[in-house]
């Protein structure tokens, strides 16, 4: 739920704020020599903020003819400079920031760096190019007098602009994504291609606040606005190729070849992307996104892909968003494999329990063309047309494996044992006596799934007071999966063994429309409001044939041919929905800000249901309600608080509330709810911030209470002589949960930087117990869980200019307490670590050891310390085009994933092995295309603009 209600802030916020344009604090001041007093132009003033672990906010600026700087910053918390210029030694100082909601300007004072004893022996003064001069609200930078080494890619020139933001590796400014454009169009191919662009392409560069087409139209804030860096390149660098190249080598004779080539272009620009790999990963990579992602647990995978764009402008509307039209192809394909393990513990009333252990290894196989196409034009000054359109087509095969056993224990006497041990126990063993079941299952499939996606908008911008917009989606898909499986089973106390033999044949076809309206409307400078009504149909037809045998002749590759009409079913849902959405952003005061939001879906569902024995016909009319509020109160410069308010529904699905019963496995059969009924689910939240400027100590505390209202759970029977489960969704009584959040972050000095976050937590839920042979008008014991939890992550850092060093330490506590005592647990997981880095140009060195230590589960192999290490050293040459590093990953072998879920009916664990323990040397080398004689312009007037 927290994520959720994260999201959900996110959104409102990014709809309504309009009042927020840029707020940030500003740092000024003035750099000299501490020898001469003289201003030291173009000076380096670096600036970061760490608003939590692992987040790094920076900021860079220059001082100006006179010495004098102004640095913005649009995140809370503690704040360090670093002042340096060549010849003189840095010099740090700290203080703090109180971010985009206040709009301060502070006054650092004089700074004063030393200069070293080289250059006290040999001052000699030059004509400089400044890099930074002010007029009006424009900042304009001189590319040329950036200190970057040869080779230098854009981004590392763009991340030395004041008030751009480095966040876990993407670029933003005042907390917001910068959206890249290039000669003011968007720029092709996304923020990947500025890693791949040599710095001296731009001429100039433009970092402004781009209003929404409506703003620029009405001349009205409505919140919405992009961040964009315009760059604008040199007119002899256009119409090149640029790129990358990368090899790798890994143990275990793996390999990683990657190339990435992009034509800058004003007109037509391209990106061109291929790679091949043996190291587990999937490069997905298109003409406005990319993505890298782990196959599986380990995995191959080879992937190209083509990228075109055409731009031009429409008369009249010069002054709006340029036109164009994009279209891109791309295939990949991939092989992945996985070896896990789980345990499960259904909870049983006081009688003798089962635990289940199984291991399963799976494999997949898939082929995957895309095609994708876009279309952006302005008709007029006043009419926008918008196309999206793609096509998509899956081929996949897979495998899987799985061995699987159970066993019974009395209450207080549980053992654990192994697979291996419960598979390979015989009559007379002591384990044998309590085995319950045991099974072999071996399952291939082959599956081909299809798409077809286009998005049609056509807005119109109203004179001053707002736009109206009307958008349409149409979508078709389908898929056909064969599945054949191999099923033996042992059943250990009816004493009978049998293999089952089943196959098969599934298909579905998808038909969605959708029409929709929407109005953004200025009743006054406080009240913004923005409605939208959508339609809704969607089609959806699916068919199983299914077909099962039992075999006794053991040979492999045989298929079942006997229809079993149990589980054969056919099904047609027709779904009209009705969404309509209400927005609003209120300021009636200054420093307050309320945003309220509802949503009114109406959804009827019309199907034709066939699954077995079963045939039935229904109709559903639902209801769900979604109001929410956000507001915030800034109480002071040094204090804020903020309340937050919302209650949502949701609706099972209307397959869930039939009467199936589906036995394809036969030790787990599942059955639908005809009684099922909607859950509620209402959160509330508060929190409040503090700050104590001369000990740099920031405090931040955060109370939230969630009640789940009409929870679905599940209800399982057990048969205990068969060892047969059997499943049912049921809603259960309600339970609620309350979090309190405290973060202290506090700075010791320069260097040295404290921070913790504690999270405690107190829930209460409710399951239902197993019912062991039960009649079936029984009725389930309920069962009350509560849980007190306990995380922590804290972090001692130390950072000085070539040597960085972190000490941490992750917490996770539970306490777990049932009505029967013999279920509670409390399972603890501490990580303690230190990561270490040394920079020595051209070298960098980096080591980083873990102790990772669990305790309290059942799965014996999970408990216990393990050292986690890994260590990197790279070299960069050739003018810093060229690097080579060496990476030791999980050198003592012991990385395994692991996961656990505990609730008030079931507690499970499990582990997986991915690729882990290896060493890899990996080459990458940037090409650069030269700039045409005679149309390169003069370096030395080249300039960078930030402004509006």
Not at 163 to 187: A, E, F, H, S, T
Not at 443 to 452: G, P, V
Request: glycine fraction near 6%; proline fraction near 3%.
């Amino acid at each position: 739920m927290k994520h959720v209600l994260k999201n959900l802030l996110m959104l409102l916020a990014l709809c309504f704020v309009h009042t927020l344009s840029c707020h940030a604090d500003w740092f000024k001041g003035k750099v000299v020599s501490a020898e001469t007093g003289e201003p030291l132009v173009g000076a380096s003033i670096f600036s970061e903020v760490n608003p939590q672990p692992g987040w790094s906010m920076q900021n860079n600026a220059e001082a100006d003819s006179t010495g004098c700087f102004v640095i913005g910053n649009g995140w809370e918390g503690r704040i360090l400079f670093t002042f340096s210029m060549i010849g003189y030694k840095n010099f740090r100082k700290v203080d703090y920031s109180y971010g985009e909601d206040v709009k301060d300007t502070i006054d650092l004072g004089t700074i004063k760096l030393q200069p070293t004893a080289l250059m006290l022996r040999e001052v000699e003064v030059t004509a400089k190019i400044p890099r930074i001069t002010m007029s009006g609200d424009t900042i304009v930078f001189n590319p040329e007098a950036f200190k970057l080494k040869d080779g230098a890619r854009l981004d590392e020139l763009i991340k030395k602009l004041p008030g751009v933001q480095n966040r876990d590796g993407k670029l933003y400014w005042n907390d917001k994504p910068i959206r890249l454009m290039m000669n003011g169009k968007d720029l092709f191919g996304g923020d990947q291609i500025i890693n791949e662009l040599p710095a001296e392409v731009a001429q100039k560069l433009k970092l402004y606040d781009r209003k929404s087409e409506l703003s620029r139209h009405t001349g009205k804030d409505d919140g919405e606005e992009d961040h964009v860096l315009d760059i604008q390149v040199k007119p002899g660098f256009l119409d090149k190729w640029y790129g990358e190249a990368k090899a790798q080598y890994q143990t275990n004779d793996r390999y990683m070849f990657d190339l990435t080539a992009s034509k800058l272009s004003d007109h037509d620009p391209q990106v061109v992307y291929a790679q091949a790999n043996s190291i587990n990963r999937y490069i997905d990579r298109t003409m406005t996104s990319s993505s890298n992602s782990n196959i599986d647990g380990d995995g191959r995978s080879q992937y190209g892909s083509y990228n075109y764009q055409h731009n031009w402008v429409t008369k009249g509307a010069e002054k709006f968003s340029n036109n164009h039209v994009d279209l891109g192809a791309s295939f990949g394909h991939y092989d992945g494999w996985l070896n896990s393990s789980s345990s499960k513990e259904t909870f049983f009333p006081n009688q003798d329990r089962t635990f289940s252990l199984s291991k399963t290894y799976r494999y997949k196989h898939k082929l995957w063309p895309k095609l994708q196409a876009n279309l952006y034009a302005y008709t007029d000054s006043v009419n926008v047309i918008r196309v999206d359109a793609r096509a998509s087509y899956g081929k996949t095969h897979g495998l899987s494996k799985q061995d699987g056993a159970s066993y019974s224990y009395s209450p207080d006497q549980f053992q654990y044992y192994s697979l291996a041990e419960a598979m390979g126990a015989k009559p007379g063993d002591a384990l044998y006596e309590h085995l319950v079941t045991r099974n072999r299952n071996y399952n291939t499939s082959d599956e081909q799934n299809r798409s077809l996606n286009l998005n049609y908008t056509w807005s119109r911008f109203c004179g001053k007071k707002g736009s109206f917009a009307l958008q349409g989606r149409t979508q078709v898909s389908g898929d056909n999966n064969q599945t054949h499986t191999r099923r033996q089973l042992e059943y250990i106390r009816d004493g009978r063994n049998e293999t089952q033999l089943q196959f098969f044949d599934y298909s579905t076809h998808n038909f969605a429309q959708s029409l929709s309206a929407m109005i953004e409307y200025w009743v006054s400078k406080k009240v913004y409001v923005k409605a939208s009504d959508k339609l809704s149909y969607n089609r959806y037809h699916s068919n199983r044939a299914f077909f099962a045998d039992t075999d006794q002749s053991g040979a492999e590759g045989l298929t079942a041919t006997t229809l079993d009409a149990d589980n054969c079913f056919n099904s047609t849902n027709r779904t009209w929905t009705n969404e309509f959405t209400l927005k609003s952003t209120i300021t009636p005061v200054k420093d307050l800000m309320i945003m309220p939001n509802l949503d009114w879906t109406v959804t009827r569902e019309d199907a034709d249901y066939q699954y077995g024995r079963l045939d039935t016909a229904t109709v559903r009319t639902t209801h769900a309600y979604t109001p929410s509020i956000f507001m915030k109160w800034k109480i002071s410069r040094v204090r804020n608080m903020d309340f937050s308010f919302s209650y949502n529904t949701t609706v099972p699905e209307l397959s869930q509330t039939f009467a199936f019963r589906n036995t394809v496995d036969p030790l787990s059969i599942s059955t639908g709810n005809a009684h099922l009924g909607n859950t509620h689910r209402h959160t509330t939240a508060l929190g409040y911030h503090r700050m104590w400027l001369r000990q740099q100590i920031v405090l931040g505390l955060r109370a939230e209470y969630t009640k789940n209202i009409n929870p679905l759970g599940t209800l399982f029977r057990y048969n205990s002589q068969t060892g047969v489960y059997e499943s049912k969704p049921m809603n259960v009584k309600g339970g609620d949960q309350w979090t309190v959040n405290f973060d202290y972050d506090q700075g010791l000095g320069v260097d040295y930087r404290l921070m913790n976050k504690i999270s405690l937590t107190n829930s209460t839920a409710y399951g239902y117990l197993t019912l062991v042979d039960a009649a079936s008008n029984a009725v389930p014991e309920l069962n009350k869980q509560k849980r007190f939890g306990l995380n922590e992550n804290f972090v001692l850092a130390y950072e000085v200019e070539k040597v960085r060093l972190a000490l941490s330490d992750q917490l996770a506590w539970s306490r777990y307490r049932y009505n029967n005592g013999s279920y509670n647990s409390n399972p603890l997981f501490n990580v303690v670590g230190i990561d270490a880095t040394l920079s020595l140009a051209p070298f960098e060195f980096n080591v980083e050891v873990n102790d990772e230590f669990r305790s309290g589960y059942q799965t014996q192999a999970m408990n216990g310390h393990r050292l986690i290490s890994s260590a990197y050293v790279s070299f960069r040459f050739l003018k810093n085009k060229a690097r080579l590093m060496l990476r030791a990953d999980d050198i003592f072998n012991k990385d395994i994933w692991y996961d656990n879920d505990y609730t008030a009916f079931q507690r499970s664990e499990s582990a997986s092995d991915y690729i882990h323990h290896y060493l890899n040397l990996t080459f990458s080398y940037k090409f650069d295309a030269k700039a045409s004689k005679g149309k390169a312009q003069d370096r030395r007037g080249a300039n960078v603009q930030m402004g509006r």
